[in-house]
Every structure is written in C-alpha cells, then in structure tokens.
C-alpha cells in the first residue's frame, strides 16, 4: 500500500503564492508518475501537473502554465506545487496522486484515470 499525504494548502490574496507538498509513503518501487488534480465546488476534477518519476518529463495544464511549477525528489519521496500568481479561479481542494504500475495504475498526461493512490486532499482559496 502507498499512503500520500498533502500539506501546505491555506488562504491567500490573488497574486499571492502557495507551496503544496506530497509526502508518499510505503511501497513507491512501481511509481511511475505522480501529480496534482483539483476539484472546485460544482465543478469536474481537472489535472493541473503530472511529473513521471524516471524523467524530466511533465505536464502543465494551460490554465497554470507560466505560474505553476511542479518538482520531486526521488529519495524523499516527495511531490511539490509551487503555485505563484495565485487567481480566484484557482480556488479548489487540491489532491496528490500516484500511479503505481505494479497493481494496474498508468501515466497519460494529465488524465486521472490510471492514478491509482490518492490523497485526501488540501484546500487552496484565494480571495481578497
């Protein structure tokens, strides 16, 4: 089993930054990828930043390229959003996610689907 627990989520004026952070924990030998999902109320969860963990490799959504930054270290198995000129419309409960290949989960941009760990979550508003 793989544990993922967020942190770093909290309120903050637009133009403002936030830092989220992942802390994976367990079995990760098969991790494959790893990235950030949100979900805002009424609305459909959306990829934000998918990094494979054997690469350079990421994606960035349009909607936060140029503001968002993902990053990760291997060896502390930790996953990391800095999120700079922070918007209202970025407001949304933030998830870390993993896919393991071992047991059946897969990368494909910034698709949901083969994510199969996922943390509980951490909220990000952003209001003045």
């Known amino acids: 089993q793989v544990q993922l627990v967020e942190s770093g989520g909290g309120s903050v004026q637009p133009g403002g930054s936030l830092r989220l952070s992942c802390a994976a924990s367990g079995y990760t030998a098969s991790m494959y990828c790893m990235g950030w999902f949100r979900q805002a109320p009424g609305k459909e969860r959306e990829g934000v930043a998918v990094i494979y963990t054997g690469s350079a490799d990421a994606y960035i959504a349009d909607s936060v390229k140029g503001r968002f930054t993902i990053s990760r270290d291997n060896a502390a198995k930790t996953l990391e959003l800095q999120m700079n000129s922070l918007k209202p419309e970025d407001t949304a409960m933030y998830y870390c996610?993993?896919?393991?290949?071992?047991?059946?989960?897969?990368?494909?941009?910034?698709?949901?689907?083969?994510?199969?760990?996922w943390g509980k979550g951490t909220l990000v508003t952003v209001s003045s």
């Open positions: 996610a993993a896919a393991l290949t071992h047991n059946g989960g897969y990368c494909y941009g910034l698709a949901a689907s083969g994510m199969n760990y």
